[in-house]
């Protein structure tokens, strides 16, 4: 089946830095979604990404979506500490069916204040 | 508004019990997922609806689960019988179609 790999599994960084993570797939996805969970909480989502080459922010936070269609990578920037969480990827839209999503095995972010 | 809802939050049973899973989709939305994580599998896909209806159920492991929607606003995942290794957070999700998933908060499940 579709795999992603998501990198890290882990980080641990100083309030204020700067955080970026990526995902990488071997098959093609027409959609990237970047989504952050909090402890005993569902997968919120963050940036959806429509389109091969696409840059788009939500505050502190950009994701963008890989030329090759194959891969997309998310930024934090001066990360504050209730970005603390688990920041999961996820690629859709293959084999033509848009709902189902394959999610990445996420990327744990600790703050440290 | 109100989200997704599901319930129970938490449920320990021991290997063999039924356990339901129930789940209350965003009003509006026709479409339903059913995923599952786990440390070693992440979020997988198990089941999804759309009106009411089973699209793609490859995902549910085996004959033990099954899943239903009776109408729009409500929807069972069924384990029957219970093992341990079903133990797991089991999330419900809906849309209106398109990729965006809106996650209830996740059923917590052990089975000893």
């Known amino acids: 089946g579709q795999q992603l790999n998501q990198s890290p599994q882990s980080m641990f960084i100083q309030e204020g830095e700067d955080v970026s993570m990526n995902c990488t797939s071997s098959?093609?996805?027409?959609?990237w979604l970047w989504y952050k969970q909090d402890p005993g909480e569902g997968p919120v989502l963050l940036i959806a990404?429509?389109?091969?080459?696409e840059l788009t922010s939500n505050g502190r936070l950009t994701a963008q979506f890989g030329i090759t269609r194959k891969d997309s990578f998310l930024n934090i920037s001066a990360s504050i500490p209730s970005d603390v969480g688990i920041y999961f990827c996820?690629?859709?839209?293959?084999?033509?069916?848009?709902?189902?999503?394959?999610f990445g095995k996420g990327t744990k972010l600790s703050v440290k204040p | 508004d109100a989200g997704v809802i599901q319930s129970p939050r938490h449920e320990v049973t021991e290997m063999g019990q039924e356990v339901t899973l129930r789940c209350k989709p965003i009003?509006?939305?026709?479409?339903l997922f059913w995923y599952r994580q786990t440390m070693m599998r992440g979020l997988e896909l198990l089941i999804y609806?759309?009106?009411?209806?089973?699209?793609?159920d490859s995902g549910m492991p085996e004959d033990r689960f099954s899943a239903k929607m009776p109408n729009a606003s409500f929807s069972t995942l069924k384990i029957q019988p219970s093992e341990p290794r079903d133990s797991a957070v089991y999330f419900c999700?809906?849309?209106?179609?398109?990729?965006?998933?809106?996650f209830g908060e996740g059923s917590r499940l052990t089975v000893l």
């Open positions: 098959s093609i996805f027409n959609t």
């Open positions: 990404l429509y389109k091969a080459g």
């Open positions: 996820a690629g859709g839209g293959y084999g033509g069916s848009q709902g189902n999503l394959i």
């Open positions: 999700a809906s849309n209106e179609g398109g990729v965006k998933l809106f």
């Open positions: 609806f759309n009106n009411n209806v089973p699209i793609d």
């Open positions: 009003s509006g939305h026709d479409y």
